[in-house]
């Protein structure tokens, strides 16, 4: 275990010690005094909604053995009640948060694996994972945990493992950048660049600039691409003598490539070349994105030199985080796909074309809005309209704002309008559910996370 010292992190953030041993380890760092355990170290979050400068006494109170705050004044009445305790008084708990993180990172000579990218980043960290985990003993990113205060925590956790897999999100430039520096991943992967959070950055160009910040954090990295994805592939093609780039794909040759693909609905088949061998490979979950999530899993343990055998069974036994292609068997053989918890126009193809693969049943889509999507909003949901006709999905319900613009579009493509419906709400689509729904039905749930779809399947399993 390579834990910190409060010396340490007093020398990391310039921090003043306001009562306390400078010897004392702190091996468990939380913001959240509900979970709190003992001798944990409390860091003092201050957000725009929040701040947890307010609850330093409480963290104390259950248990923490050390309070790391952001200038606010300590009575002497406070320190004596706290005499046991550590006091970390510094200028920004978050500035903070990342170099004590850093310095933690810094301990550890490990494999340390970040993955980027528009969308499918949690489900391939997930397969990533697993993978790694057949080598080494693995800590990876838990659940959406992938920005500036999530990723910090995540390093903290490091006890004795021995291999790192993190999920690296953004909206903006320069958050990727921070990443990178508290990670200094060796291997870096992108997934895709597509159009998430198109409204921020203007470009699928500067998208393509904001993800490859993940590069700037370490030097000589290895770099995974997603060779398919048009902006991926035109990079590699100019930078290939400049990085030690792997690629992966199903359409374009790639170092690896997926070949005699079997879909079926739940669960996808394919062979590829591992070590000059043929090798087939099973992904226990549909779609043909999940086939291109296995096939950078296969580059990274190619990369980390991971057994096939491993390899194989790794992609074979990983599963997903939940909201992610979350499927609830119903009565009456009525099936929920959960993919609710974000949308973009690339993640919206890709449910499409899963729930398109359920041949033999009645395809009912639920969508709602994407959000951040700026001047390109109503374009882009235009362009599910008519996706959603070229996949023959039966009916289409939406709710939203500018989810109208999906059924405006998916009629005018040719869609029947009575196979169209507009909800102003959930409690709208429950009832229009009610009306319509039948025995054998598959029913998608696609939107932001704003539009709070998530809650969707406890209310449809209510009609039961």
Same mark, same amino acid.
């Given at each position: *275990? !390579?834990?910190?010292?409060?010396?340490?992190?007093?020398? +990391?953030?310039?921090?003043?010690?306001?009562?306390?041993?400078?010897?004392?380890?702190?091996?468990?760092?939380?913001?959240?005094?509900?979970?709190?355990?003992?001798?944990?170290?409390?860091?003092?979050?201050?957000?725009?909604?929040?701040?947890?400068?307010?609850?330093?006494?409480?963290?104390?109170?259950?248990?923490?053995?050390?309070?790391?705050?952001?200038?606010?004044?300590?009575?002497? +009445?406070?320190?004596?009640?706290?005499?046991?305790?550590?006091?970390?008084?510094?200028?920004?708990?978050?500035?903070?948060?990342?170099?004590?993180?850093?310095?933690?990172?810094?301990?550890?000579?490990?494999?340390?694996?970040?993955?980027?990218?528009?969308?499918?980043?949690?489900?391939?960290?997930?397969?990533?994972? &697993?993978?790694?985990?057949?080598?080494?003993?693995?800590?990876?990113?838990?659940?959406?945990?992938?920005?500036?205060?999530?990723?910090?925590?995540?390093?903290?956790?490091?006890?004795?493992?021995?291999?790192?897999?993190?999920?690296?999100?953004?909206?903006?430039?320069?958050?990727?950048?921070?990443?990178?520096?508290?990670?200094?991943?060796?291997?870096?992967?992108?997934?895709?660049?597509?159009?998430?959070?198109?409204?921020?950055?203007?470009?699928?160009?500067?998208?393509?600039?904001?993800?490859?910040?993940?590069?700037?954090?370490?030097?000589?990295?290895?770099?995974?691409?997603?060779?398919?994805?048009?902006?991926?592939?035109?990079?590699?093609?100019?930078?290939?003598?400049?990085?030690?780039?792997?690629?992966?794909?199903?359409?374009?040759?790639?170092?690896?490539?997926?070949?005699?693909?079997?879909?079926?609905?739940?669960?996808?088949?394919?062979?590829?070349?591992?070590?000059?061998?043929?090798?087939?490979?099973?992904?226990?979950?549909?779609?043909?994105?999940?086939?291109?999530?296995?096939?950078?899993?296969?580059?990274?343990?190619?990369?980390?030199?991971?057994?096939?055998?491993?390899?194989?069974?790794?992609?074979?036994?990983?599963?997903?985080?939940?909201?992610? *292609?979350?499927?609830?068997?119903?009565?009456?053989?009525?099936?929920?796909? &959960?993919?609710?918890?974000?949308?973009?126009?690339?993640? *919206?193809?890709?449910?499409?074309?899963?729930?398109?693969?359920?041949?033999?049943?009645?395809?009912?889509?639920?969508?709602?809005? *994407? $959000?951040? $999507?700026?001047?390109?909003?109503?374009?882009?949901?235009?362009?599910?309209?008519?996706?959603?006709?070229?996949?023959?999905?039966?009916?289409?319900?939406?709710?939203? !704002?500018?989810?109208?613009?999906?059924?405006?579009?998916?009629?005018?493509?040719?869609?029947?309008?009575?196979?169209?419906?507009?909800?102003?709400?959930?409690? +709208?689509?429950?009832?229009?559910?009610?009306?319509?729904?039948? +025995?054998?039905?598959?029913?998608?749930?696609?939107?932001?996370?704003?539009?709070?779809?998530?809650?969707?399947?406890?209310?449809?399993?209510?009609?039961?």
């Amino acid at each position: *275990m !390579k834990n910190l010292k409060i010396k340490e992190i007093i020398e +990391e953030t310039n921090a003043e010690l306001i009562q306390g041993n400078q010897e004392e380890i702190c091996q468990n760092f939380s913001k959240d005094t509900r979970t709190i355990k003992q001798g944990d170290t409390y860091i003092a979050i201050k957000g725009e909604n929040f701040d947890g400068n307010q609850f330093w006494k409480q963290a104390l109170d259950q248990g923490a053995s050390t309070v790391i705050i952001e200038n606010i004044p300590i009575s002497q +009445e406070d320190k004596k009640k706290y005499a046991d305790k550590n006091i970390i008084k510094v200028e920004d708990t978050l500035e903070a948060l990342y170099k004590i993180a850093k310095k933690k990172r810094e301990k550890y000579q490990i494999p340390v694996i970040a993955i980027t990218g528009s969308v499918g980043k949690t489900s391939t960290k997930d397969i990533v994972a &697993n993978v790694v985990t057949q080598k080494y003993k693995t800590l990876k990113t838990e659940g959406n945990n992938n920005n500036n205060i999530g990723l910090p925590f995540t390093v903290l956790k490091l006890q004795d493992e021995e291999a790192l897999v993190l999920e690296m999100g953004m909206n903006h430039f320069g958050e990727i950048k921070l990443l990178s520096n508290i990670a200094k991943p060796d291997l870096c992967i992108i997934t895709n660049i597509g159009t998430s959070h198109i409204g921020n950055l203007g470009s699928r160009e500067n998208i393509l600039k904001a993800k490859l910040e993940i590069l700037e954090g370490t030097q000589n990295p290895k770099i995974i691409l997603n060779n398919d994805n048009d902006l991926l592939h035109n990079w590699e093609q100019k930078n290939q003598n400049n990085y030690d780039i792997y690629t992966y794909g199903i359409k374009e040759p790639s170092d690896i490539n997926a070949q005699n693909i079997e879909l079926k609905e739940n669960q996808g088949k394919f062979t590829c070349n591992i070590n000059d061998k043929e090798i087939k490979i099973t992904v226990p979950v549909g779609g043909e994105h999940f086939i291109l999530n296995a096939l950078c899993a296969v580059s990274v343990g190619k990369a980390l030199n991971i057994e096939t055998e491993k390899i194989i069974k790794g992609i074979e036994e990983f599963e997903l985080t939940k909201k992610r *292609m979350d499927i609830t068997q119903m009565p009456n053989g009525i099936k929920i796909i &959960n993919d609710a918890y974000n949308a973009s126009l690339e993640s *919206m193809k890709a449910s499409l074309k899963y729930l398109a693969e359920f041949k033999n049943n009645r395809k009912i889509a639920i969508l709602g809005d *994407m $959000l951040e $999507l700026g001047e390109y909003t109503e374009k882009l949901h235009e362009e599910v309209g008519k996706v959603v006709y070229q996949n023959k999905i039966d009916i289409l319900i939406t709710s939203g !704002k500018n989810a109208k613009a999906i059924s405006k579009q998916a009629k005018q493509e040719g869609m029947k309008e009575e196979a169209i419906i507009d909800c102003k709400n959930q409690e +709208e689509i429950i009832e229009k559910l009610k009306q319509i729904i039948k +025995e054998e039905d598959v029913i998608l749930l696609k939107a932001s996370n704003g539009m709070r779809f998530y809650e969707l399947p406890e209310k449809i399993q209510k009609i039961f």
